[in-house]
Structure formats: C-alpha cells, structure tokens
C-alpha cells in the first residue's frame, strides 16, 4: 500500500513564525501536491511538484513556498505564519494517470 | 481552466435508505473523474475512479457512479446506506490531456453524508 506521511497531526504556532510542514511518500511516485481544506471551500490546491526541485503554483500559493530536494520529500513552508493560515493541510502524491493518495493531514493552529 | 461544482452541501439520510451525492463539473478538454471520502480527523480515502471505458463505475463499500459526458455530471450513489457511511465526500476532476490544467485534481466543496439510525 502506498504510504504518504505527514510529520505533524497538530501544530499550533504564534502569528509571524516560519513554519515547516513535512510530507514523505514511500511509492517513488513523481507527483505531490499540497492542498488547504476548509470548511464549505473543498480542498484547494497552493502547489505541486511534478519532479524533484520542480515546482508549479497551485490556485491559491499567496504566503506559502514549498521546497523539494527529494524524490520522496516535498516540504510546504510558511514565510510569516497568519492567523487567516488557521487550515488544515493536506499532502497528497500520485504517479501517471493514478489516483492521488493522501496523508492523514496536519491541522495548523495560527494564534 | 476546470471547475466541480457539488450541489448538496450536507445530506440527511436514514439507515438503509438509498442514498445520491450529485457533482457536475466543467472542462474544456477531456477529464478523469474522482469520489474520495473523509472519515472525521482523517486523510481522504478514494472511492471510485473514472478514467475510460464503462460510464457505470463501481467503487469501495458498495458506492457506485455514473459519469455522464452529455449533462458533465458524475453522481454518486448507493442503494442502502449504513451508519458507517457518516462521512464527507468529496468529487474531483482532473484533465487528461496537455495544458496547464494537466496534472491538476480539483475538487468539489464536499458534501457531508450524515446516516441516521
């Protein structure tokens, strides 16, 4: 079974903070991506990598970067945490014409 | 550019009774078509995929949809719902041709399924 982790299930950090949430997927797959889910909004998509050190923004990549060194590693990145980044987080890799597979996701508290 | 839109946001329904989740969706090329589910405080969970071939696909638990090219519509359904189905589903798209919507899955706002006893 493909495996996607996320490093953090709860993260709670102060306004302005640089914060760093880790994603690792275990099947070689070529493709991640990281989402934001709210309520009523659905997931929305803030980037996603097709090849190590490639990187394409998503619909919404205002106040975020991401980072991946790796073939397995792909990091999103906070510049300045804010309170309106309250969201969880959602990792998700996928290879080809597959469906993409999900992490457990990470639930970011902004105060 | 590609949009999904689901038109129920939430979903009463009591135990045993068939249930339907609608998506519609729109694209200019060609797409493949996604039913996940989130159990609360969890990740999402593929139920069915469209990708080519039969326009009836039959997924995990007992779901099934429909996809229908003419109407841009991919809804979900299942004959007798139980407790367990109490989750959030989502519907996504994505392109299957070239074009800067390749690669990218897009989702619908979710429709939250709650199964009464």
């Known amino acids: 079974d493909v495996k996607v982790t996320q490093s953090s299930r709860y993260l709670v950090k102060r306004t302005g903070e640089k914060v760093f949430l880790e994603c690792v997927q275990d099947?070689?797959?070529?493709?991640m991506f990281w989402y934001r889910q709210d309520p009523g909004l659905g997931l929305r998509l803030i980037y996603f990598?097709?090849?190590?050190?490639?990187?394409e923004k998503g619909d919404i990549p205002e106040g975020y970067s991401v980072s991946r060194e790796k073939k397995e590693r792909f990091s999103l990145i906070l510049e300045s945490a804010s309170t309106n980044q309250t969201s969880m987080y959602l990792c998700?890799?996928?290879?080809?014409?597959?469906?993409?597979?999900f992490g457990q996701g990470t639930r970011l508290t902004v105060v | 550019a590609q949009s999904v839109t689901q038109l129920d946001s939430q979903v009463p329904v009591f135990e045993e009774a068939p249930v339907e989740l609608r998506c519609n969706y729109s694209?200019?090329?060609?797409?493949?078509l996604f039913w996940y589910v989130q159990y609360p405080n969890q990740g999402l969970q593929l139920l069915l995929k469209?990708?080519?071939?039969?326009?009836l696909v039959k997924g995990i638990n007992g779901f099934e949809a429909e996809f229908n090219k003419s109407q841009t519509s991919f809804h979900l359904r299942k004959p007798s719902v139980h407790i367990s189905d109490t989750a959030e589903y989502f519907c996504?798209?994505?392109?299957?041709?070239?074009?800067?919507?390749?690669?990218?899955?897009?989702f619908g706002q979710g429709t939250i399924l709650t199964v009464h006893p």
């Open positions: 990598s097709y090849d190590v050190k490639m990187k």
């Open positions: 099947m070689d797959h070529e493709n």
């Open positions: 469209y990708l080519s071939g039969s326009t």
């Open positions: 996504a798209v994505r392109a299957n041709a070239g074009g800067t919507s390749y690669g990218k899955l897009t």
């Open positions: 694209s200019s090329v060609s797409v493949y």
């Open positions: 998700a890799s996928r290879q080809d014409v597959s469906e993409a597979f």
